[in-house]
């Protein structure tokens, strides 16, 4: 279970990164947004299949620990 874990969390990072790339690209308009948008789509399924091995309110945290440092989920250390 934990590769499979492993696996998807990799999928999310992947997505992400290339949905921040979409942002920043020389696309525009509608296909800018139409990728984005899959790309967002693609971390939901994702989200789904975490939903099955840990339940919703960890997978919820794994998918925010995945994307966000804990500055961007506004967690702040000492």
């Known amino acids: 279970m934990e590769s499979e874990i492993a696996r998807i969390r990799q999928k999310i990072l992947t997505e992400y990164e290339a949905a921040q790339r979409g942002l920043l690209g020389f696309a525009s308009g509608t296909a800018r947004h139409d990728f984005i948008t899959a ?25 925010a620990n995945t994307i966000w440092s804990p500055a961007d989920q506004g967690v702040i250390s000492e």
Request: charged share 20%; no cysteine.
């Open 39 to 63: 790309r967002t789509e693609n971390i939901g399924v994702l989200h789904e299949e975490l939903i099955g091995f840990v339940g919703p309110d960890q997978a919820m945290a794994i998918v």
